[in-house]
Nanobody, 114 residues
């Protein structure tokens, strides 16, 4: 199974920015979707953004205009640039890759607080 390793989380003040990275252990090819999800304490995991093999992107309404998902095929990496962060963005962020199987990362904590 593909291994995914996230990084880039941390503590940031409201209005600040962070960039999350997710590196996949194997080459990703064919028809695939890469995405970011998040789970806040006491809440269900929710979709944040996705990008597919043809560079088509999708964003949750709550992050549109603030977050940007991108990928580097040569590095097997997907990124999530998060700008103008608000306390409601506080959560554990997970990377997910769907090929002929589904793989999840271990998560990285993002905390937005004064």
């Amino acid at each position: 199974q593909m291994q995914l390793v996230e990084s880039g989380g941390g503590l940031v003040q409201p209005g600040g920015s962070l960039r999350l990275s997710c590196v996949a252990s194997g080459r990703i090819f064919g028809f695939y979707v890469m995405g970011w999800y998040r789970q806040a304490p006491g809440k269900e995991r929710e979709l944040v953004a996705t990008i597919n093999y043809s560079m088509r992107t999708y964003y949750a309404d709550s992050v549109k205009g603030r977050f940007v998902i991108s990928k580097d095929n040569a590095k097997n990496t997907v990124y999530l640039q998060m700008n103008n962060l608000v306390p409601e963005d506080t959560a554990v962020y997970y990377c997910k890759v769907v090929t002929d199987q589904i793989s999840w990362g271990q998560g990285t904590q993002v905390t937005v607080s004064p």
